[in-house]
Nanobody, 115 residues
Framework: QVQLVESGGGFVQPGGSLRLSCAAS????????MSWHRQTPGKEREVVAF???????TYADSVKGRFIISRDNVKKMVYLQMNDLKLDDTAVYYC?????????WGQGTQVTVSS
């Protein structure tokens, strides 16, 4: 059974940092493309960062230079280091896996940036 579990969300002031984690299980992690997405009420879910295999990364323009995606294929983890957070970064963040077994989503973790 494919499972993605996000953690690390929370409340942070503008300019602060958070590190999101996504624990993966139930599929061949090394062969999966992993990505982070976010969604706010009334808006479509948008991709924030992507990491492939090998570990080629891409980022949304809005987070370039501030967010870093990484993966640990031994621990089957994906991370999103978020620095210099802005009010517009407030959203529910989701982990997504795309691989031979199909596409799977985590349940999401809330990130709130507020002064």
């Amino acid at each position: 059974q494919v499972q993605l579990v996000e953690s690390g969300g929370g409340f942070v002031q503008p300019g602060g940092s958070l590190r999101l984690s996504c624990a993966a299980s139930g599929f061949t992690f090394n062969n999966a493309f992993m990505s982070w997405h976010r969604q706010t009420p009334g808006k479509e879910r948008e991709v924030v960062a992507f990491i492939g295999t090998p570990e080629i990364t891409t980022y949304a323009d809005s987070v370039k230079g501030r967010f870093i995606i990484s993966r640990d294929n031994v621990k089957k983890m994906v991370y999103l280091q978020m620095n210099d957070l802005k009010l517009d970064d407030t959203a529910v963040y989701y982990c997504k896996a795309s691989g031979p077994e199909g596409i799977s989503w985590g349940q999401g973790t809330q990130v709130t940036v507020s002064s």
